[in-house]
């Protein structure tokens, strides 16, 4: 009655953890391929407002990149708590903006600078005055191109 | 020879490294968003210019004020009607004869648009209007000539609009896609152009 012979050891065999390996994979991928690195460090508070009507922004390789918003908690003392534009990890004035796109539309590639696109990561308690003084800066420069970046989702949502 | 069964490689600590590598990527990266209105600012122009003139019945007023509140023809509205009262504007073809808009479905008021072509929204914010309820404004705006440029594109070529603008703008769409779609693009958008104009923003 070989068949039905007790096992001898009657201590539970180990969990076997070699998929772990596997899921954890699974993760690091998923992340790699949904994110990108870190461009700039935000030194404002930065909800984008939500809209429904997007288009895609063009290749990262033709857009500026404009913050501004409250500043993070941790720089309202050194800097107030006014909405302030952030360029480059770095708070600017209003007059900074032609120079600094200026400067970055030089930096590219010459055959995309008339293809260049600012987008404004713009955070939505901002009053629309800062706004308007970058787009007023950016007509001065000839930087037509904007984008006003958000969330996707109900605008309605933007009102409570 | 004698067989030998290769001894198993533990495994146990591929976790850990796989784990490493993820945290990693956690912190260093962003999920990023890439979307959002994409707009045209208008060039600065001298002021010794002087600009064109528009008849009051093809333009659409609509202005917000620093507490958010928003005046669409000189009329208190609320956001959420917003779309249909741009849509009943750009769509109304009230033009007769020469300005006459044979593929309007609007309501042929003679107050208001004549055509989509001459019809112009303007849009008026206060210095303290909030970031969101302009973009919410903007984007019900935009919302507006989609609804009738979709309408549009539906009727002609049996698909959205948008659909096809997206596609027309991917640059991984192919170039004989792109060449077969810039027709219809700009065939629909000569149909229902986007004129959209803002003032500058009052301060008081």
């Known amino acids: ?160 | 020879m004698a067989r030998r069964s290769a001894p198993e490689v533990n495994a146990g600590s591929m976790a850990d490294i796989a784990f490493l590598l993820l945290i990693f990527f956690l912190v260093t990266t962003t999920i990023e968003t890439d979307a959002g209105l994409n707009r045209k600012l208008p060039p600065l122009e001298p002021p010794t210019e002087n600009p064109p003139v528009l008849r009051e019945k093809n333009i659409f007023e609509v202005v917000v004020n620093k507490n958010d509140q928003l005046l669409v023809e000189g009329q208190l509205a609320q956001l959420k009607d917003l779309r249909q009262l741009a849509v009943d504007f750009l769509d109304n073809g009230g033009g007769v004869g020469k300005e006459a808009c044979n593929y309007c479905k609007g309501r042929r008021d003679a107050t208001s648009s004549d055509n989509p072509e001459k019809a112009v929204i303007s849009l008026q914010n206060d210095r303290e209007t909030s970031y969101k309820t302009y973009i919410a404004v903007q984007n019900e705006l935009v919302a507006a000539y989609n609804v009738l440029r979709n309408r549009e594109s539906q009727r002609l070529y049996g698909q959205d609009f948008t659909e096809m603008y997206a596609a027309y703008n991917d640059p991984k769409t192919p170039s004989s896609l792109k060449d077969e779609l810039k027709p219809k693009v700009e065939a629909i958008q000569a149909l229902y152009p986007q004129k959209l104009s803002e003032a500058e923003p009052k301060s008081n």
């Open chain 1, 1 to 160: 009655m070989s068949k039905f012979k007790k096992k001898k050891g009657s201590e539970l065999p180990a969990i076997s953890t070699a998929s772990l390996p596997d899921i954890v994979f699974m993760l690091l991928f998923f992340f790699m391929t949904v994110t990108v690195m870190r461009e700039n460090t935000l030194l404002v508070k930065n909800a984008l407002p939500i809209a429904n009507q997007v288009q895609k922004l063009d290749k990262k390789d033709r857009v500026i990149y404009i913050y501004a918003g409250k500043p993070m908690q941790q720089y309202v003392k050194a800097y107030g708590g006014e909405a302030k534009i952030q360029l480059n990890d770095k708070f600017a004035n209003i007059s900074d903006v032609a120079p600094y796109v200026l400067a970055e539309i030089q930096s590219k590639r010459e055959e995309l600078r008339d293809l260049v696109t600012t987008a404004l990561k713009v955070d939505g308690e901002t009053n629309m005055g800062l706004v308007s003084d970058i787009k007023q800066e950016l007509r001065k420069v000839n930087a037509l191109k904007i984008n006003y970046t958000t969330r996707t989702g109900d605008a309605f949502n933007n009102l409570d």
